[in-house]
Structures are given as C-alpha cells and as structure tokens.
C-alpha cells in the first residue's frame, strides 16, 4: 500500500496513513472488542495511536475499503 493514495474519504474519518486507516477499519467492525498493533518502532507507535482519533468507519466505509482492495 505504500506508493497507493488514500481514498479520498479518509480524511473524513481522521485517517492519515494506511495503517491508520486499517486500524480504524477493524476497530470499527462490530465484532472486534480490542485491537493490539505490534510494532517496535516508536514512530510506527505513534502513527498508529493517531488511529484512536476521530471518527471510526461506518459501514459502507468498511464495504468501500473492502471493494478498494479486492
């Protein structure tokens, strides 16, 4: 995904990076509960804790970023 642009609505949801948007998406779904990114990189950590902010995906976000990538 790294040389792939965000989609447009991202923004809307407060994601700036992939993994924001990845992160949002899971947590998000209904049935997750908790979500444990992993990452040894401080700079990874940081990107990923910015997922926690702003909106969450709805579901027709959830089915776009699903369509997006299949």
Do not use: E
């Not at 899971?26 to 940081?46: D, E, R, W």
Request: overall charge positive; cysteine-free.
């Amino acid at each position: 995904m790294r040389d792939k642009p965000l989609p447009p609505w991202a923004a809307q949801v407060g994601a700036a990076s992939w993994a924001q948007l990845f992160l949002k998406f899971v947590l998000s779904h209904p049935a997750v509960t908790v979500v444990i990114p992993a990452t040894s990189k401080p700079k990874n950590m940081t990107d990923n804790l910015q997922a926690g902010v702003g909106a969450l995906l709805d579901s027709r976000q959830r089915a776009d970023l699903v369509a997006l990538l299949g």
